[in-house]
């Protein structure tokens, strides 16, 4: 897998159909992972410390074995599937878990991951659901908490020079996935929604150097792409937590270009950098908290102040139609999901609600509902 | 079973307070609705934000919406409202108080006027809406949904719950700033939607109070561990209402006083809620079954009593320090001494999760013989978290046996009378055998 310094977009598939390896390599050699759930939490700690951060997944369309007899059935089933794999074994080459408090789910899980699994390390960041003044001074305690909580585990305290150096490096990282995404606003994109799936799901797995390389190897090789041309519909999938590419890849599939996303691994993930010259501390707090657009942060305002950066990428990336994505189970973004359908059509812009069991997705139901779906943007662009 | 009106829904009770709430809850939303005739401000609430006191010194009068779904749900009129919440594009495994709310102020919107034959006369419109993060996501997500109705002013507002294993000495100063942070800005909106202005002496005294009627209530609570127990949770699922949607009322002092005498005269003189006690209960954590009441006095049957609760919990003791004048940080770190005490006694024994800490606790107190936990289908935050719990216990209690009773908070549908007495009674042959075992 080392060997994958190949990488360019061949590379990165095979670095995501065999997604853990590279960090279990790096475990093998000596480096410790830390396994961790959320965009909200602050990688950037971690690779300050020469620690690599791991986002842990669940597997779509993979059976359940043993959660069942430790989880409730009435869950997140992301968080039950990604549950699963660790009471498998599957994560035992991660050192610890940083679990934030962001949704229910992630809050109780804490305490159960911890009871079974065990960790080496393990800690839990508050993340306010407000952003009112004082909660951006709470969350930057608190993220000075998880700095200290991390030293005392490492046994070595975190330079601030070498911190400020690993935001640079996660803005690097950022500033690449944006280019990247620059790439899928031409008709036809230059790359696919799957394809893009198939990146930004490595980048949370491997440490963020190799993770750059990836990147510029993948753009430069698709900004040599020359695409046939196409007119199939240009979509925007707006959801949670999406980590298999076969979720998109069964939309494209149905004749159409996913070239825009609102994810929690995707866009929301990489969207906004820190800002390098203040104190990175308060740097963290303020875009971790400030810059994050996932229904677990309570922003005021009506549905065109809140969501009205769905209509920007919509014009920007212009969109044909949105799939807006829930997992089932999870409150936050059922709330959230009906408004979001409204401003959308507000926009005059064709909506699809697609609810999820995430282990066992209805892709056969899906598929019947997305063709529909086209044929309705078809027929509007006629 | 189907969803029908007028059936008995409701347990047997077996306190003279406990018999009278239904009464207390009529009064309630009769006087919410007299106020909004007299344009009093209104504001939607959540149970336990620690806020009330703020309200009441600001007379702002509070309508409790997770309550009006329960009673729905006790009344058996949930599903028109969830029915219409779904048919408005919500899930139906959304939080089933938030469909029940969300369903009654769509159709409200709807008409133009209340909701035809809602339950107690139906809540009014409120002038603000005030949510909080403790408990769950949807106490402080729901209000924003009712945007698509209404265009009430919202307060959201931070109140934190440390994890488990949190260094409770590292956080304190920081988390106890912030949420005080928080009900100043909670105060600055009330001032500015009001025009009034918070006296801060006049808080403080009610803040005294409250703590006084929560002092009696504890006291109450405390003498359930006698054996027999004066009461059981079919009794306390009803009592808790005073002490959440009335907290600062001087009735509901006067009616803490009055059950702490009734229970420690039943106490005194040896009366159980049953002639026969032979086992006792725990409800552990998960909302209990409102459409289905009735439901807990199967347990009667077998001499079964359910002598302690872990949901809808007596606030853990706290003594006002002299030297803190200020009402507002007081109720902050009042919270946070609450929010955290189960976390700082899990840790000092052994890293107990706080869930589970307060499950064992209550075992150990109220000398208790089996669990029973209810999976609500539709509310995660109380859910999540019950087979670790049971696992804990039974780390400590090896043989303790531990029920999960399955349906949900308001949606009966998700109810089967047959399973649910199969059930028990598999369980209460479990607890025989224990008991039987360990004379």
């Known amino acids: ?382 | 079973m189907t969803q029908q009106t007028g059936e008995k829904t409701s347990s047997r009770k077996f306190t003279e307070s406990a018999g009278k709430i239904r009464t207390v809850v009529k009064r309630m939303y009769k006087q919410a609705q007299q106020a909004k005739e007299e344009n009093r401000p209104i504001a939607y609430c959540m149970v336990m934000c620690n806020y009330e006191e703020i309200l009441a010194a600001m007379d702002i009068v509070q309508v409790y919406t997770e309550n009006y779904a329960g009673l729905c749900a006790v009344k058996r009129q949930a599903a028109v409202y969830m029915d219409k919440a779904r048919a408005e594009g919500y899930s139906e495994l959304l939080c089933g108080y938030a469909q029940v709310g969300i369903g009654f102020d769509a159709m409200r919107y709807e008409l133009g006027e209340m909701p035809p034959d809602a339950p107690d006369g139906g809540m009014p419109e409120p002038d603000m809406l005030l949510g909080c993060s403790m408990g769950c996501d949807p106490r402080w997500k729901w209000y924003q949904a009712l945007g698509r109705y209404k265009n009430t002013p919202i307060y959201n507002m931070d109140l934190l719950m440390p994890q488990s294993d949190a260094n409770i000495d590292e956080i304190e100063e920081y988390s106890v700033r912030y949420m005080a942070e928080e009900l100043r800005g909670l105060i600055a909106f009330l001032e500015e939607q009001t025009g009034g202005k918070m006296d801060y002496d006049r808080l403080m005294a009610i803040v005294r109070q409250v703590e006084e009627t929560r002092w009696w209530w504890r006291e109450a609570y405390e003498l359930r561990k006698a054996i027999p127990c004066p009461m059981t949770t079919q009794d306390h699922f009803v009592l808790f209402v005073p002490h959440h949607m009335m907290l600062t009322d001087e009735f509901t002092l006067e009616f803490y006083k009055g059950l702490y005498d009734e229970l420690k005269e039943r106490v005194d003189n040896g009366i159980g809620a049953i002639d026969d006690e032979k086992y006792r209960l725990l409800w552990g954590v998960g909302i209990p079954p409102w459409h289905s009441m009735y439901i807990l006095d199967y347990f009667l049957n077998f001499g079964a009593v359910f002598a302690a609760e872990t949901a809808y919990m007596v606030p853990e003791p706290y003594d006002i320090p002299d030297r803190v004048d200020d009402p507002v940080e007081m109720i902050a770190r009042r919270m946070f001494v609450r929010n955290s005490s189960l976390q700082r006694r899990g840790r000092a024994a052994g890293n107990v999760p706080a869930l589970a800490m307060a499950h064992l606790e209550r075992i150990e107190d109220f000398s208790l013989d089996g669990v029973v936990m209810h999976v609500t289908r539709s509310c995660r935050a109380s859910t999540m978290g019950q087979i670790m719990v049971r696992n804990v216990i039974r780390d400590r209690y090896p043989n303790m046996p531990v029920m999960f009773l399955e349906s949900d908070i308001v949606d009966v549908d998700t109810f089967s009378d047959t399973e649910a007495k199969n059930r028990i009674d598999t369980f209460m042959e479990m607890v025989e055998a224990r008991k039987g075992s360990t004379k």
């Open chain 1, 1 to 382: 897998m080392t060997e994958t310094a190949m990488w360019g977009m061949e590379g990165a598939r095979l670095l995501y159909e065999h997604r853990g390896e590279r960090a279990r390599e790096l475990a093998k050699q000596g480096r410790e992972v830390i396994g961790y759930f959320c965009a909200y939490t602050p990688v950037e700690f971690l690779t300050a410390l020469d620690l690599v951060p791991y986002r842990i997944h669940g597997g779509v369309g993979r059976p359940l074995e043993k959660v069942d007899e430790y989880l409730e059935t009435i869950v997140c089933p992301y968080v039950r599937s990604a549950f699963d794999m660790a009471l498998r074994g599957e994560y035992n080459f991660l050192s610890g878990v940083v679990i934030p408090h962001t949704c229910d789910a992630m809050h109780r899980l804490y305490d159960i991951w911890m009871y079974y699994i065990k960790p080496g390390y393990g800690h839990s960041i508050t993340v306010p659901h407000m952003t009112h003044k004082a909660s951006f001074e709470y969350f930057r305690n608190e993220l000075a908490t998880f700095r200290r909580s991390l030293e005392r585990y490492a046994g070595r305290p975190i330079d601030n020079g070498r911190l400020r150096e690993a935001i640079r490096e996660h803005n690097r990282c950022r500033r690449l996935v944006r280019e990247l995404y620059d790439l899928r606003k031409s008709q036809p994109p230059a790359l696919s929604g799957t394809e893009a799936m198939w990146v930004l799901l490595n980048g949370t797995t491997i440490p963020v150097g190799e993770y750059n390389d990836l990147l510029e190897s993948v753009i430069e090789e698709v900004r040599r792409r020359k695409p046939e041309p196409d007119d199939k519909p240009r979509l925007m999938f707006v959801g949670s937590e999406v980590d298999d590419a076969s979720v998109i890849h069964h939309i494209e599939d149905c004749e159409a270009n996913v070239v825009m996303d609102d994810l929690c691994t995707g866009s929301r993930h990489f969207w906004v950098d820190v800002d390098e010259t203040k104190e990175p501390v308060e740097a963290l707090a303020e875009r971790y908290l400030g810059g994050r657009t996932c229904p677990c942060t309570y922003r005021s305002g009506i549905a065109s102040e809140r969501f009205g950066y769905l209509g920007e990428y919509a014009r920007d990336w212009d969109i044909d139609g949105v799939l807006v994505y829930a997992i089932r189970f999870c409150d936050t973004y059922q709330l959230d999901a009906p408004e979001i359908q409204d401003y959308m059509q507000e926009l005059k812009l064709p909506v699809l609600y697609l609810e999820d069991d995430y282990v066992k997705p209805a892709l056969g139901q899906w598929r019947t509902r997305v063709e529909a779906f086209l044929e309705t943007i078809e027929a509007r662009k006629e």
